[in-house]
């Protein structure tokens, strides 16, 4: 029954959740692809779409409708402060990464509508951009499907799909935590050098 289900809408739930959400649908379908629900390219497309499209909705908000009470609790908040200090100092790498730092994603795209990056250079790096993350966070999803049915053999689809997220769900903030730490200690010998 969900092997179905996610057979006749699961390309329209990637699309919309990496729209939404972002990472964990991309991941979900990269699963679905290894599981041979979906085809991998489709699923990975869908992904694309979504992310690109849903930041194309945030630039545009942020470029012509700064008068909307959602844009304007954004301006005067501290995140979107610390973007556009990163935006003005590196314009192109900002508009490449942003969707892969965790919590700024939805905020970037407003940042950069309410800066003097053009739109039609938005469109490209962002286009490019998407179709980097979609493509990798799927394989991510893939490659983890794969993991698992190594350890721990052709599980139900529900089960795979839980032992799936509970892996990433203790890898990202183990990363995440590696990566703070590594940053801080080259920022403080970076500033013993200095001094």
Not at 19 to 44: C, D, M, N, S
Not at 99 to 105: C, E, P, S
Not at 106 to 135: D, M
């Amino acid at each position: 029954m969900l092997e179905k289900l996610i057979g006749e809408y699961g390309l329209l739930a990637v699309f919309l959740g990496a729209a939404v959400e972002g990472e964990t649908a991309a991941f979900l379908g990269g699963i679905f692809a290894h599981r041979q629900l979906i085809p991998y390219w489709q699923v990975a497309l869908a992904a694309c779409l979504g992310s690109f499209a849903a930041d194309e909705f945030f630039f545009l908000l942020g470029r012509y409708a700064t008068k909307w009470s959602y844009v304007q609790k954004q301006l005067g908040s501290e995140p979107i402060a610390r973007v556009t200090r990163l935006l003005e100092a590196h314009p192109t790498g900002f508009i490449l990464a942003f969707r892969f730092i965790y919590g700024i994603r939805t905020i970037s795209p407003v940042a950069i509508g309410i800066s003097s990056v053009s739109a039609r250079r938005f469109v490209i790096l962002n286009a490019f951009a998407a179709l980097i993350w979609g493509f990798l966070i799927t394989a991510i999803g893939f490659v983890a499907g794969c993991a698992v049915e190594a350890l721990l053999g052709r599980l139900q689809l529900h089960l795979h799909l839980l032992t799936a997220l509970a892996f990433v769900a203790i890898l990202v903030p183990v990363s995440a935590y590696a990566f703070r730490r590594e940053m801080a200690r080259r920022t403080a010998r970076l500033g013993r050098r200095a001094a």
